[in-house]
C-alpha cells in the first residue's frame, strides 16, 4: 500500500497570500496524484488530477505541480472561499486508493 | 448533471452490519466505477471498495473481509454492506463516482470526481 504523508498539517495564511501545500508518497506514483477541497460538512471536491490538470471550474489560482514521490498544491492568492482541508490522494498503484492525512489551510 | 444521493442507517450496535445504498441520477450507470469512503470524525478519508455496473469489485484489503459492495443495474443503485461493526467504523460514508481518462498522449487518470452528501455512521452499545 503506498502511504501518503502532507504537511504542514495546518496551514495559517492570509487572505491575498499564497499558499503551498506538499504532498509525499512512499513510492513513486508517476503523476497518478489528485488533489481535493473539503470544507466543513461537505464532501471532498476534486480540484486537480494527474498531478496539475485542474478540472473544469476550478480557478487558476489552484496549480499542481510535482511527480514521482513530491507534490504540491499552490493557491497563488488565498479567497475567503479557500480556507478548507486539502487532501491528495494517490491512484497510481490500487487497491487501495490512498490518501493523505489532509493540510488544513485557516486564517 | 450527474447526482449520487445516498442513504441508510445512522446508528448501529457493535457487532451489527452497516448497510447504505447509493442512487445514481443523471448519467449513465456504465461506464464508471463506483466508489465508498469513509471519514472518521476529524480523520482522514479512507477508501472502502469500488464496483462496476456489471459486479465486478475492488476493495480494500484492509477491510476486504467484512466488506461487501454490490449493484443494481435496474435501480441504478449500488449498496455497501460492512459486517460486524465496532466503534472504530464510526465516521460519515460517502459515495462517488470514478472517471477513467485516458488522454491522446496515451495518459490515462482515475479520479473520483462527483461524490454524494454523505451519510453519518455512529457505533455505540
Known amino acids: 500500500e503506498i502511504v501518503m504523508t502532507q504537511s504542514p498539517a495546518t496551514l495559517s495564511v492570509s487572505p491575498g497570500e499564497r499558499a503551498t501545500l506538499s504532498c509525499r508518497a512512499s513510492q513513486s506514483v508517476g503523476s497518478n496524484l489528485a488533489w481535493f477541497q473539503q470544507k466543513p460538512g461537505q464532501a471532498p471536491r476534486l480540484l486537480i488530477y494527474g498531478g496539475s490538470t485542474r478540472v473544469a471550474g476550478i480557478p487558476a489560482r489552484f496549480s499542481g505541480s510535482g511527480s514521482g514521490t513530491d507534490f504540491t498544491l499552490t493557491i497563488s492568492s488565498l479567497q475567503s472561499e479557500d480556507f478548507a482541508v486539502y487532501f491528495c490522494q494517490q491512484y497510481h498503484n490500487w487497491p487501495p486508493f490512498t490518501f493523505g492525512p489532509g493540510t488544513k489551510v485557516d486564517i | 448533471q450527474v447526482q449520487l444521493q445516498q442513504w441508510g442507517a445512522g446508528l448501529l450496535k457493535p457487532s451489527e452490519t452497516l448497510s447504505l445504498t447509493c442512487a445514481v441520477y443523471?448519467?449513465?450507470?456504465?461506464?464508471?466505477?463506483w466508489s465508498w469512503i469513509r471519514q472518521p470524525p476529524g480523520k482522514g478519508l479512507e477508501w472502502l471498495g469500488e464496483?462496476?455496473?456489471?459486479?465486478?469489485?475492488n476493495y480494500n484489503p484492509s477491510l476486504k473481509s467484512r466488506v461487501t459492495i454490490s449493484v443494481d443495474t435496474s435501480q441504478s443503485q449500488f449498496s455497501l454492506k460492512l459486517s460486524s461493526v465496532t466503534a472504530a467504523d464510526t465516521a460519515v460514508y460517502y459515495c462517488?463516482?470514478?472517471?477513467?481518462?485516458?488522454?491522446?498522449?496515451?495518459?490515462?487518470?482515475?479520479?473520483?470526481?462527483?461524490w454524494g452528501k454523505g451519510t453519518k455512521v455512529t457505533v455505540s452499545s
Open positions: 464496483v462496476t455496473h456489471s459486479g465486478r469489485t
Open positions: 443523471g448519467e449513465l450507470f456504465s461506464g464508471y466505477y
Open positions: 462517488a463516482r470514478r472517471t477513467d481518462y485516458f488522454d491522446s498522449r496515451g495518459a490515462s487518470y482515475y479520479y473520483m470526481d462527483v
